[in-house]
């Protein structure tokens, strides 16, 4: 019997130790919000937060998961009201909008270890997570208006 | 998000669990459905007002709209109900919108070829005059006052000299006594009252998205539902010889191992067959899948080697082809002799990769079928699924969910009749989750294309004479074995509609066979024909030493309309669409200028390079400026986009879109090449099928979106056919080194 903490929420597991944390998210615990785009670490669709560093969730067996606190984007703000997620609305990044929970935790992630990120910063924070649709500028901006907004 | 919630009475369920069924739980009825609230059947209708299947007003106010085509990101959710919002003169605030299940009544639905908005514009606009007026005549008859003395503010009825008001939904259930107006009776607003039309609005569910609410397919979830992989036949056509059907169930969570029957004749949207695991979640499924040893008897495709197939591509491009449009005879004019280019084009095949992959989840119960899924085409899930099933497409109810990127591959539902099909033999609720290897090793891949160009050049350095023949395999193949030749349709697209006034010109096509499905792509033959005649005209340019954008404005010749009457051959366009070379100009000048064409000081190693087209009616000029390194690595500081595609619903989201294409044309540009070995396909993941990254993108994309009275043309599609040769015309700018086959991630560019 495995246990964590999910966004707050104390869950055990005793399903197969090496599932991947993404499916037990998704088809375990029904939250889905974080997606998934390639199982290998590639794309960073499914990326969430273990002990407040942005993982892949899609190499996290549970066995790795166990102990930890994961937030997901469903755990980022109940309301859509983290500075990233704000700043990613007014500047309407997304397009089909996939991709948007990975990048959001990922840019999260960034922003809360480096509140003025330069462009090299955050082309290497977010060089992991692709989107097809190519919302990149307007990813880049984002980032840089939320930094704006807690300055 | 963790709150329970009665769910039963909502509609959008129905079907997927049974009817009456209490449902009360967040887990199995995720917050993102009920927040996407799609696919209700019905709830416009039940409306207390609903003048039309497209727009339903409730007594509290709401009004109810309806989006009919898919939502991938092309923003055709939210462009066409704020068309209908501002003839109703509605409260966007107060407006929700309802995805359409698949259904005749709705006209088209496949959501490809980028003409949402221009098919459906009017009878939006019409849609939503009507119910206005029906609001207004309930309020003139309430007020006993003349109809004509009545105007609407937003929601709202007024009658100015009495300073009566009355809110729409007031007025819901006396408007749906008042006769539906005919066509002729309706107003609509002059241009200076449209609130949203032209002006946009941000994506009705981009709060959604950012909180991880939004439902895509992949989310979609039923109660006691089970969870599918399919290992599908490595070559096209393989049938499956042997497998393990035990070993899968050793893996923890598998339940059932099924044998999927292949197609029959044309693949076309038929399942490719092969063996399904059916598990209790979707890694097991995939584990289970990996114990399959599935051995797989040859197909006549085990032939497809990519390297010799290129070979015999290029050699038929080399040899006369069925000439599909001629003008004068550009042969006695070669045979003058002077100076003569000659060139070969390549483009290798794309996968789509969408970042959801295709899924599907299916609920069959005896002689009736529901369906949740990420589809372009939710009619087409409607017949394959009936087809499979045995039944008759009403039967089959397709919930259209949001869709993570479709580009094409989602019109295609061959996935989700693999999910029907589970379904049916397992007697559950069964998703079928394709993983990215399913994506890119099983696609409809868009078309390779050889392209032979040639052209002699007069003293002025000027064509006297244009030949170009493509070669593809057609994506008529998919649907009639044998074909061998692109239709109208894609040679339509940047091949028979070049717009360049010459004396003498020809294009042909050539035959190719197909041993892959072959499907449509975001701007599908667009791509490899504009990277051709958009790179040649740079060649000529040079040849001739000419400016390229002065070139282009020259070859363009003369302000006209280009119509098949007076250039036989060129393909006919919808009326009020005719080919317009002024808007191309423009749009050539505009980008130009915006770029600091000819005036800006670019260092060493730095380029510009430009190209123009016009595809699904909409004009596109974009200039790339490149810098490749002495490493030869390419970097891609600025991109400037112009385009004129009419009147532009949602100015802001289309900008979104042309950004997007920049990105899309740089990933099939650098790295996009599908290959096969002995019929499989050599790819499998983003690893080495890359997709451009933030590092690699276009840096900065300036669109300038011109405002245009001219009907509504496509904006999901057309920015990328430019891209790639405006790129690649800038590295022959920076480096010297002309590209001719795609992608540049072959290419050594680093200092000899
Ligand atoms: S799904 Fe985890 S990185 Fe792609
Ligand atoms: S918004 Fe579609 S993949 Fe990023």
Redesign the interface.
């Given at each position: 019997m495995l246990r964590l903490k999910v966004n707050g929420v104390e869950r055990t597991f005793d399903g197969d130790s090496q599932m991947p944390l993404l499916w037990y998210l998704r088809d375990i615990l029904g939250l889905t919000g974080t997606k998934y785009g390639c199982g290998m670490a590639l794309c960073g669709s499914c990326t969430v937060h273990q002990n407040g560093k942005a993982v892949r969730a899609c190499v996290v067996p549970m066995s790795k998961a166990a102990g930890s606190e994961i937030r997901t984007i469903e755990g980022l703000s109940s309301d859509g009201s983290h500075p990233v997620q704000k700043a990613w609305m007014k500047i309407n990044v997304p397009q089909c909008g996939y991709c948007q929970p990975g990048q959001i935790m990922q840019a999260a992630a960034l922003f809360s270890s480096n509140h003025h990120p330069t462009d090299a910063q955050i082309d290497e924070a977010m060089a992991g997570n692709l989107c097809r649709c190519g919302t990149y500028q307007r990813i880049r901006a984002a980032i840089k208006d939320a930094a704006g907004e807690r300055a | 998000?963790n709150e329970i919630t009665n769910v039963s009475r909502r509609g959008f369920l129905q079907g997927v669990f049974s009817a009456g069924a209490l449902v009360l739980s967040?887990?199995?009825v995720?917050q993102?459905l009920l927040a996407a609230e799609t696919g209700a059947p019905g709830t416009v209708d039940q409306a207390a007002f609903h003048p039309s299947m497209w727009v339903g007003i409730e007594p509290d106010g709401t009004v109810i709209i309806v989006a009919h085509r898919s939502?991938?990101?092309?923003?055709s959710r939210t462009a066409l109900p704020l068309v209908l919002a501002d003839e109703l003169d509605a409260d966007w605030k107060r407006v929700r919108i309802e995805q359409a299940i698949g259904d005749k009544r709705y006209g088209s639905q496949d959501t490809d070829g980028s003409h949402s908005v221009r098919d459906f514009y009017q009878p939006m606009r019409e849609a939503g005059a009507t119910a206005r007026l029906m609001l207004v005549r309930a309020a003139a008859k309430e007020w006993g006052v003349p109809e004509s003395e009545c105007e609407t503010d937003l929601h709202t009825v007024v009658h100015k000299s009495s300073g009566k008001k009355a809110d729409y939904g007031k007025l819901a259930t006396a408007a749906a006594q008042v006769p539906v107006p005919s066509k002729d009776e309706l107003k609509f607003k002059p241009k200076s009252a449209w609130r949203y039309v032209a002006k946009g609005s941000?994506?009705y569910?981009?709060?959604t998205?950012?909180?991880?609410?939004?439902g895509?397919g992949?989310?979609a979830?039923a109660e006691g539902m089970l969870?599918a992989a399919v290992q599908h036949p490595p070559v096209l056509g393989s049938k499956v010889k042997s497998y393990d059907d035990k070993a899968p169930l050793q893996v923890?969570?598998v339940q059932q191992v099924i044998a999927i029957d292949g197609f029959k004749g044309a693949p076309a949207f038929q399942p490719l067959g092969g063996v399904a695991v059916v598990a209790d979640?979707?890694?097991?499924a995939?584990e289970g899948r990996k114990k399959l040893n599935a051995t797989w008897e040859n197909s006549p495709h085990s032939v497809y080697n990519s390297d010799e197939y290129k070979k015999d591509l290029q050699k038929t491009a080399r040899t006369a082809g069925k000439v599909s449009r001629i003008k004068g005879d550009v042969d006695a004019e070669f045979a003058k002799g002077g100076k003569i280019l000659e060139a070969d084009y390549y483009a290798p095949h794309l996968a789509h990769?969408?970042?959801?992959?295709p899924v599907a989840l299916a609920d069959v119960r005896g002689d009736k079928a529901v369906i949740w899924t990420s589809t372009q085409n939710p009619q087409a899930v409607q017949e394959v699924v009936g087809a499979q099933l045995g039944i008759p497409p009403e039967n089959v109810t397709c919930n259209v969910a949001?869709?993570?990127?479709?580009?094409g591959r989602k019109s295609k539902p061959d996935y989700v009749a693999e999910a029907a099909i589970l379904s049916k033999k397992t007697g559950k609720p069964v998703k079928v989750?394709w993983?990215?290897e399913d994506d890119i090793k099983f696609g409809y891949y868009h078309s390779v294309a050889a392209m032979y160009m040639k052209a002699s050049l007069g003293a002025d350095g000027m064509p006297t004479a244009w030949l170009h023949r493509s070669v593809f395999p057609p994506i008529g193949s998919t649907f009639a074995e044998g074909a061998q030749y692109g239709d109208a349709g894609e040679l339509g697209m940047g091949w028979t509609d070049v717009p360049y006034q010459l004396a003498n010109f020809r294009a042909e096509v050539g035959p190719a066979v197909n041993h892959v499905r072959i499907g449509w792509y975001r701007s599908v033959a667009n791509i490899y024909h504009a990277f051709a005649v958009q790179s040649f005209t740079d060649e000529l340019a040079h040849a001739a030493g000419k400016d390229p954008v002065e070139y282009r404005l020259a070859l363009l010749g003369d302000a006209r309309k280009i119509t098949p009457k007076d250039t036989p051959g060129f393909p006919e366009s919808p009326a009020g669409y005719e080919y317009d070379t002024a808007r191309l100009r423009r749009v050539i000048e505009l980008a130009a200028e915006q770029s600091g064409w000819g005036k800006k000081k670019l260092g060493k190693g730095r380029g510009l390079g430009i190209a123009a087209h016009r595809s699904f009616l909409t004009y596109v000029a974009t200039v790339v400026e490149v810098e490749v390194n002495n490493q030869g690595e390419i970097k891609i500081p600025r991109v400037d986009t112009v385009l004129d595609a009419g009147l532009v619903v949602n100015p802001?989201?289309t900008r979104?879109?042309f950004?997007?294409?920049?990105?899309?044309g740089?990933?099939l540009a650098r790295y996009g090449e599908i290959t096969a070995k002995n019929g499989v396909i050599e790819q499998s993941?983003?690893?080495d099928y890359q997709?451009?990254?933030?590092?690699d993108?276009?840096?900065?994309?300036n669109v300038r979106v011109l405002e245009s009275d001219a009907p509504p043309a496509g904006v999901g599609e057309p920015g990328v056919p430019p891209f790639a040769p405006a790129l690649c015309n800038a590295i022959f700018a920076a480096t010297g080194k002309r590209v001719r086959e795609l992608p540049l991630s072959k290419i050594d560019f680093s200092a000899a």
């Open positions: - | 998000m967040v887990k199995l995720p993102s939502e991938m990101g092309s923003g941000p994506s569910d981009l709060d998205i950012c909180c991880g609410k939004a895509y992949m989310d979830q969870f923890k969570g979640n979707t890694w097991s995939f990769v969408s970042m959801e992959p949001l869709l993570g990127g479709g580009f989750t993983s990215r802001e989201q979104n879109q950004e997007g294409a920049a990105v899309f740089t990933s993941n983003f690893n997709i451009a990254r933030m590092g993108a276009p840096y900065h994309v």
